[in-house]
Structures are given as C-alpha cells and as structure tokens.
C-alpha cells in the first residue's frame, strides 16, 4: 500500500502559480497511477488531471487544461500538480489519489488534501 501527503496549498492571487506536491511512501507508487481531485465550498468532488505511473498518459479535466500540468517523480515517490494561471473557481480542497488499476472516482488510496484559496 501507499500513503500520501499533500503540500502546497495556500493563498494565490488570480493569475499567479502554486505547485502542489504529492509525498508518496513505498516503492508501489511507480507502479501507480496518480492523480488529482479537488472540491470546491459545497460542490461534489472532481478529477482535475491524472497521469499513468510511468507519466506517459494525461488526463486534464477542460476547466484546467492548458493551465494546470500534472506531473510526477518516482525515483523522488513524488507527485506534483503546477497550477497557472490560477482562477477564484480554482479555490478547493486538493487531494492526491493513486491506484494500481488506473485513475477513476474510486481510487485506492487518498491524501488528506490541502486547500487552495484564489483571491482577486
């Protein structure tokens, strides 16, 4: 199994960058599809991007495509999310998520999340 420990968050001006960062324990997560979530003040939680354990597929969701880039470093068992470009509607708890099987809704294992607030 794995676990993981989201960074990063914090308070960003609309238009600025945050990069968030996904600490994964055990050597699985190579062997791991990771991906990001986030949920908004009383919205549903939903994928924002995901990417194979190799790091060779992406996934970005359209509200954060060409803005947000998911990214990963195995031999680090990181993961990161760069956020540019940042929106008020970007304003959300983060989570990290990884599975062996591949990304979806019901992903094995979950960070705790760390929330990102937009202000302009």
């Known amino acids: 199994q794995v676990q993981l420990v989201e960074s990063g968050g914090g308070l960003a001006q609309a238009g600025a960058s945050l990069r968030l960062s996904c600490a994964a324990s055990g050597r699985t997560f190579s062997n791991y599809a990771m991906a990001w979530f986030r949920q908004a003040p009383g919205k549903e939680r939903v994928i924002v991007a995901a990417?194979?354990?190799?790091?060779?597929?992406?996934y970005y969701a359209d509200s954060v495509k060409g803005r947000f880039t998911i990214s990963r470093d195995n031999a680090k068992l990181m993961g990161y999310l760069q956020m540019t470009s940042l929106r008020n509607e970007d304003t959300a708890v983060y989570y990290c998520?990884?599975?062996?099987?591949?990304?979806?809704?019901?992903?094995?294992?979950w960070g705790k999340g760390t929330l990102v607030t937009v202000s302009s």
């Open positions: 990417t194979t354990s190799s790091g060779d597929r992406t």
């Open positions: 998520a990884a599975d062996p099987h591949g990304w979806g809704p019901a992903m094995d294992y």
